[in-house]
């Protein structure tokens, strides 16, 4: 299973928005509502940001939105922060019961 | 609140097999799934596998099938990853996640674990 396509990188500057996309194929994201977006800094573990594409954990802030469109899944941050600085992995089950996440996308606020 | 604590950190030589533990607590462990994630120094997250922690069913990733078993200890609300045959390419830092409302979605996750596989 071919990992999910992400940019490498994205950046914004706090307040504004930024969008990430997450491109697989009807294997995987085009096929199930089944897309997982988890935040990562580096040294901690991964924490869950929104799951079946466009759910959001409790906990996790609104300025977080996901959707998807055909083969492509993308993640919304709203109001950027310092702390949202961090890498981000898209994740998708696929046609084989497996999971199979992105190559991570680094987000820089300005 | 769940927690998911991780054995400590390993070093191994190649060819040699490790075991990480992963022990939940404050929920009730036979209702959620298992999964175990690595991520290799500079690399991306990599989905290793997941179990089912009532009935013990498996599945593996195709990437390492075959030198990976999951497998869980319901009374000690435990759950295990066991890797063989390492190479240096296997040194990584390995995560145990449990599901959240979905299966396929890994909601909580262990502190993780760094194995290193060095001559």
């Known amino acids: 299973q071919s990992a999910l396509t992400q940019p490498a990188s994205v950046s914004g500057s706090p307040g504004q928005s930024i969008t990430m996309s997450c491109i697989g194929s009807?294997?995987?994201?085009?096929?199930?509502?089944?897309v997982s977006w988890y935040q990562h800094h580096p040294g901690r573990a991964p924490k869950l940001m929104i799951y079946?594409?466009?759910k959001r954990p409790s906990g996790v802030s609104n300025r977080f939105s996901g959707s998807k469109s055909g083969n492509t899944a993308s993640l919304t941050i709203s109001g950027l922060q310092a702390e949202d600085e961090a890498d981000y992995y898209c994740?998708?089950?696929?046609?084989?019961?497996?999971?199979?996440f992105g190559g991570g996308t680094k987000l820089t606020v300005l | 609140q769940v927690q998911l604590v991780q054995s400590g950190a390993e070093v191994k030589k190649p060819g040699a097999s490790v075991k990480v533990s992963c022990k939940a607590s404050?929920?009730?462990?036979?209702?959620?799934?298992m999964h175990w994630v690595r991520q290799a120094p500079g690399q991306r997250l990599e989905w290793l596998g997941w179990?089912?922690?009532?009935?013990?069913?498996?599945k593996y990733s195709q990437h390492v099938q075959g030198r990976v078993i999951i497998t869980t200890n319901t009374s000690a609300s435990t759950a295990y990853m066991e890797l063989s045959s390492l190479r240096s390419e296997d040194t990584a830092v390995y995560y145990c996640?449990?599901?959240?409302?979905?299966?396929?979605?890994?909601?909580?996750w262990g502190q993780g674990t760094l194995v290193t596989v060095s001559s």
């Open positions: 996640s449990r599901a959240h409302l979905t299966t396929v979605t890994m909601g909580h």
């Open positions: 404050g929920y009730t462990f036979k209702n959620y799934a």
């Open positions: 179990i089912n922690a009532d009935n013990g069913n498996t």
């Open positions: 009807s294997s995987d994201i085009g096929g199930y509502k089944f």
């Open positions: 079946d594409v466009t």
């Open positions: 994740s998708s089950y696929t046609t084989t019961s497996s999971l199979v």
